[in-house]
Structure formats: C-alpha cells, structure tokens
C-alpha cells in the first residue's frame, strides 16, 4: 500500500510540474520587446505595458517628457514616473494620464528634476509585473486588472519618503483625504476627445500619510498643506515615514468618480500586492496557455510569447460594469452613457489584417460584442469607425475598413449583429464625407463614375484609395451575399474589379491616372508618396486582396506574376522620398531589412509573401515567410522591423509562426505558409483544440513535403476558418527542398474573386 501511495504521489508530482511547466509561459515573454525606438527609426515604437488582455487601463514607466509619445525608450538612463496609458501609438501620444513617481529626500516636484536613475539590469518588464530599482535605492512595483493596478514602492530607510501625482498635461483636479490615505483626481488630456471628458481615479495607500499639498505644473508652486485643487496640469504629493514599504491601489474610470471607486472595490478591494500579481499572473498565463508550442529554439518561443502578448492588448475596453455587474460606458463620440460594451483604441488599416482575424480565432466572444460597438459608434458620431482614439478621429489613415472588420467576423460564424444595418451604415460610408474629408469618402463621386480616384487630382493617395475602396467594396459585397441582401449586392458588386483602373499593364505596376484616363508622366515605381501612403508602387501593387487571380491575370499569368513577386525581393532597396520630401521612418526600416523592396515595417505589402500560394509555388511562399520571421522579429528592444500598430505587428507574427495568415479577410479562409514550431495546439473559445503538427521542422526544414487534415490527404494552400474552430489536427511533413509537384492544381488555390464568376 505504501509503494502504491508512493507511486501516485510521484506520478502526481510530475504531472503538477508537468503542468506548471506546459503554464509558466509568461517566463518567455520580454515586455521591453520594441522599446529601443525613436521617431526616425521604429524597432516596434511601443512601451512596456503592464496591463491584462485588452484592459481599459495599461501602466508603463516614463522616460520621455509629460505629453511626448515616445512614453518610454530603451535607450533613456532616467524615468520620470510610472503613469497611467492607453496609448496604442506615439503618433498618436496618449489621452487620460497621470503618472505616480517616487522621490527620496528633498521633495521634488518637476518632471525633469525628479527623474530618477537606473539600469535595465535592475528592471523586470512582465505583463503582469514590473519592477525597478533606482540607482538611488527606491523600489517600484507593479500589477494590473483590467481597470486598476497595485502598485508597491519601498523607500530608503533613512530619508524622507514622498510620491508625487502628476496630472501630466492641460486639466486635471485633486482632493487629498489625509485621514483616509487616499486621493481622488480626474484628468483631462489627449486629442480627440469630447468637452465633458474626464478620466476619474481613485488612490489608496496602505501607510499613514504624514504630510500633504498640491503642486502647479505650470509654475513650480508647491501648495503645502493644500488638500484642493484643480486647472492646468495640477498635481499632488504624499510624505510617508521614512523607510517605508507603501502599497498603493489605483483605479479609473470614464463615467465617475464613484465608479472609479468601484472598480477598486471589485477589481482589488482587499487584495494585496502579492495576490493581484497573482491574479494577474493567472489571467496571462491561461491566455499564453491557448497557443502551445512545442519544439523551436528558446529565442523562438520568447519571439512568440512576447509577440502574443502584444496581440492581446488592443483593442481597450471602454465599458465598465456597474454595481450590478452590467455593462455601460461613456462614448468618447457622443459624450453621453450608454448600455452595453464598447472598444477603443485601434486603427482598422493596420488591423484588419491580422489581428482581428487572430481574435477571431481565439476571441469570437469579443469579437461578436466588439461589431455592436462599431455600429454604436455610427449611431452616436454619423460615421463608422476608421480609427478609435478613444473617439472615431477619422482621416488618420485611409480606407472604410469597418466593413472589412464586419464582414470577417460574419465569414467566421460570428453573427452578434444587424448585417442589413451595417450595410446601410456603410453605403452611407461610401457615398458621401464630412466637408473637410475626415469621414467617409471625400473623393466618392470621381470613385463611382470614373472607377478609380484621379490623381494628381485628388491628392496624395488617390492609388491607394482607389485600391483600398475596391476592397472594402467587396467586403460590403461578401456580407450582402452571405446574408442574402440582393439590394447591396448589386449596388457593390459594381467595383468590384475597381482596382483594374489603376494597374498599367505596360510597366506590371499600380500607378496614379488622371482625370482623362493618362497615367502618370514621372511615374517611377521606387518614389513614395504622390498616388500612394507610406509606401511606393511596389508595395500597393499587391493590394487586391479579394482577387489575386485577376492580379495574376493582368500580368499575363502565373509565371510573370511569380517573377515579379520575385523581383519585390530582389530588387535594390533604393527610396525615392517623393511628396514625403525627406526619410520617415518607414523607409529606414526598409533598407534595414536588407530585402530589396519588401516593407515588413509597414502593412500595405504584409500580404505579398503569401501570394506565391496563389500561383502554384507555395514554396516560395514557406521560404520567404520563414526568412521574414527569423530576420526581422526577436524578443529583445529590437524586436521589430517597423512600428507595432495596435498589435498587427505582432499579429502578423503569431499567425505565420502557426502556419497560416489571413490574406483577404471578408472570406472565411486562412492562408497557409510554414509553422516555426513542431506541434502548436490551439485551445478555442469553444473549448475544443485545433492541433498544427510538422514533424522534422527546423531552421532548414521549412518546405512542406505533404500534408494531412484529420487524417486525410490534405494539398490546398488554405484553411477554412471552421475547419480550425471545429477542432481537429493538421499534419505537416517538413523538409529541406520544395515539394513542387504539392499544392499546384486550381483546387488548391485561395479564393480570388475571378474564380467564383468564371
């Protein structure tokens, strides 16, 4: 019996360790991964945010003064404070801050004075836990929840203690309650919001608070003893006991102060430090746990935990529950509260291409609420969203990829809304614009009854909006089709093959036409700019998602289109700065890469390696993309080729490192290029699990040989999105040389548009 008892016991031991082996995923992900950016050159140009999955509030340390967007840079020696962010670009800098910092001795309130020294030898950058220790002995910590952080700061034993509140930038208001130890405050910064806008919080201290006052931003004043204040980038100060070890809880909220309150109540209420990081660690490691891999490098794994946390933080949650646990908001679009969930945060032209595919995958739940909101957003400010910060700026990039957004997630079997709504939304998207062009389509007119937009004409991108437009058209196509609404169908089955307009067969590229139907004069293809956005010719060529075939087509059939694709990475990495006028950032990053033509740093040419699929050399396609994932992407400050937009970098990563990408969303496939692991199991939503096998993969192994689905012969060079959410396996057979004779036959090519009307 006690051999027995011995036996179990030992067998459960490494089953639990086993078990915490397979879940301690969250040791491979680096948080610092593309915080070595500047504005002339982007290694991901993001932060370290401590924060969970898609929360309403992020953390990060600051390096970079109160207002500029590159909050924190590797290369920085000192920090200002530790704010509040919601942050998803440095172009676009940040809303609702306020920072907490530390200081030691003389009380100090000015941003640059206060800064502090360190080492990143003495940080731990998680997403559920940071930590520094300042050369000058102050030690900082941090954990998130979805509305709030604990935060725990230990002072040097032999000096004054203090923490200062800095309101950051423009409004911002105080009230200090000593007794109590806590403060409430609001904020009021960033661009893009309403006039009512107020970020409330709510701070508690686990120490006696022995002094008090406010501070004025503006010019230095120091209010001793002040427990009132409010106006222009007002702050406040706390002194503790020397030595102290403070444990300080804060939370926000958009609504009010009293559910700013709330949500510290429900989201850490009596919790200490140590049980919120633990919460925390829990949350991240059962989302890094939905995408296991086995096999690869050590350097493979941190690539691709690191880049899955990145995934999974935008879009933000804007909705807060209520004391009743139900779910409300305020809308940064109308200024007023309403019932239900809400988003913000993102920009669909990065992110319709591969992370709202990815969430589709592993968030359909989300997903289904987040296409409510969309339509929300029309109802409240008149026009779809195009880019959330936190309310629909509009014009920030081009595109109505709305509809990209929404005619995916119903593709996917994700079907929470209104289809014959978000097509009227989007006619009314389509067929009109604001006076100064920030909504909808100014150029809508020249679209519809020329087929393309003029250029110079119309502008710098009238080429890449014609593209663009042609494809959100089809999306609009695609949801009417599946939904049956014969009304919009015809009305955008019209554009369809708008992209045709703009494509000179005599040079194979896309180029600007005016008004009279001439093409460019000075076209060159290598000049950014003029007809295109952050990108040249050679990058927008490839932008006809819906139809490669009709692109294939146009350049005269499979082998001319094969060795043009060839030539993207071939071809001199020469930059023509254009209408830019001087270097941006994008064109650095791309003669970096030291591959021709081809922008990983930028999402116009994202898509182009998988293109080979559609012409019958897959393996080129299986090359290409491994080459990409192993130059371009680690898991250091470096980690990126360009910026890491809204989590489409990192996206774009975590599905080619899983062997599939979603080249056309609006269709319900996922192309397939070359797993980085031997096996990736994939825990859905649904609690069933999708299993990639490829057996002998390796750096050189990166062809596939051949391939089964759920045991039977498998040659397309895609998958359907229900084949996946279905559960099952997919069994690749890797190897050192192409397969070329696997995945050739019109069967196994991707949709294209000219396929289904042959």
Not at 239 to 252: D, L, M, P, T, W
Not at 521 to 539: D, I, R
Not at 691 to 711: C, P, R
Not at 719 to 737: A, P, S, V, W
Request: glycine share 10%; with cysteine.
């Amino acid at each position: 019996m006690m051999k027995l008892f011995s036996f179990f016991a030992t067998l459960l031991f490494f089953c639990n360790v086993g078990f915490a082996q397979q879940t301690d995923l969250l040791k491979y992900v680096n948080g610092l991964q593309g915080t070595n950016s500047n504005p002339q050159f982007s290694t991901g140009n993001i932060f370290p945010a401590v924060a969970l999955p898609f929360g309403m509030n992020f953390w990060s340390p600051q390096t970079g003064k109160n207002g500029d967007g590159w909050k924190y840079q590797y290369a920085s020696k000192t920090i200002r404070g530790f704010g509040e962010t919601h942050q998803c670009s440095p172009w676009m800098n940040d809303y609702g801050v306020f920072t907490l910092m530390p200081v030691s001795g003389k009380l100090i309130v000015n941003e640059n004075e206060r800064a502090s020294a360190f080492k990143h030898s003495n940080e731990i950058a998680k997403p559920n836990y940071y930590k520094v220790v300042f050369d000058n002995g102050i030690s900082t910590e941090i954990t998130p929840t979805v509305r709030a952080a604990n935060f725990r700061f230990i002072f040097p034993k032999r000096k004054a203690a203090y923490l200062i509140i800095d309101g950051y930038t423009k409004l911002s208001g105080i009230k200090i309650y000593p007794k109590q130890n806590k403060i409430t405050g609001y904020v009021k910064n960033g661009l893009f919001i309403p006039s009512n806008f107020k970020n409330y919080f709510v701070i508690t201290f686990s120490k006696p608070i022995l002094e008090f006052g406010t501070w004025n931003g503006k010019n230095g004043e120091i209010r001793n003893n002040n427990s009132v204040d409010s106006g222009e980038e007002i702050g406040a100060f706390v002194q503790f006991a020397k030595g102290a070890k403070v444990e300080a809880k804060v939370a926000s909220s958009y609504i009010s102060l009293d559910q700013a309150e709330l949500n510290l109540n429900k989201e850490i209420g009596s919790n200490s430090f140590a049980q919120t990081k633990e919460k925390a660690t829990a949350v991240w490691n059962k989302l890094l746990s939905r995408v296991q891999v086995e096999g690869g490098t050590v350097a493979e794994k941190e690539t691709f935990y690191s880049c899955l946390y990145r995934a999974n933080l935008f879009p933000c949650k804007f909705y807060e529950l209520d004391a009743n646990g139900q779910p409300y908001y305020y809308s940064p679009n109308d200024g007023k509260i309403h019932k239900g969930y809400f988003f913000t945060d993102t920009g669909f032209w990065d992110t319709f291409r591969a992370q709202f595919p990815l969430n589709a995958l592993l968030h359909p739940e989300m997903e289904g609420r987040y296409m409510n909101a969309i339509l929300d957003v029309k109802r409240q400010c008149g026009w779809l969203p195009s880019w959330s910060f936190p309310g629909e700026t509009g014009g920030v990039m081009i595109g109505n990829h709305a509809i990209s957004v929404l005619a995916d997630a119903w593709a996917k079997g994700i079907r929470t809304f209104n289809p014959d709504t978000a097509l009227s939304y989007y006619f009314h998207e389509a067929t009109g614009s604001e006076p100064d062009g920030r909504f909808g389509r100014k150029e809508w007119k020249s679209y519809f009854t020329l087929g393309y937009i003029p250029y110079p004409s119309s502008g710098v991108g009238a080429t890449a909006k014609t593209l663009e437009y042609c494809y959100d058209d089809f999306c609009a196509y695609q949801l009417a089709k599946m939904t049956h609404n014969k009304f919009y169908e015809d009305i955008f089955s019209r554009q369809l093959y708008n992209y045709r307009n703009v494509f000179n067969q005599a040079t194979n590229f896309v180029e600007g036409k005016d008004k009279y139907g001439h093409w460019d004069k000075n076209f060159n293809p290598y000049e950014w700019g003029g007809p295109f956005v952050e990108g040249n010719s050679w990058h927008y060529t490839w932008s006809v998602f819906q139809d490669i075939q009709g692109l294939i087509n146009l350049m005269g059939g499979d082998k001319p289109f094969i060795a043009k694709l060839d030539s993207v990475f071939s071809a001199p990495d020469s930059v023509d700065v254009g209408t830019y006028g001087q270097k941006i950032h994008e064109m650095n990053e791309m003669v970096a890469s030291k591959m021709g033509q081809y922008a990983q740093g930028n999402e116009p040419i994202e898509h182009m390696p998988y293109l080979y699929n559609y012409a019958g050399q897959p393996w080129k396609t299986q090359f290409h993309i491994r080459q990409i994932m192993d130059k371009l992407y680690n898991a250091s400050e470096n980690g990126y080729p360009g910026d890491e937009d809204e989590g489409q970098m990192s996206s774009w990563y975590v599905l080619s490192a899983m062997g599939l990408y979603s080249v056309c969303p609006g269709t319900s496939q996922y192309v397939i290029g070359s797993p980085v692991f031997n096996k990736i199991t994939i825990t859905l939503e649904n609690g069933k699990k999708f299993i990639i096998n490829a057996s002998g993969n390796d750096k050189q192994n990166v062809y596939i040989q051949a391939a089964t689905l759920n045991g039977q012969v498998y040659t397309h060079n895609w998958i359907q999105y229900k084949d996946i959410n279905n559960g099952g396996e997919l069994n690749f057979e890797m190897g050192n040389h192409p397969n070329k004779k696997r995945g050739i036959q019109k069967e196994d090519m991707p949709y294209s548009l000219s396929n289904e009307h042959l």
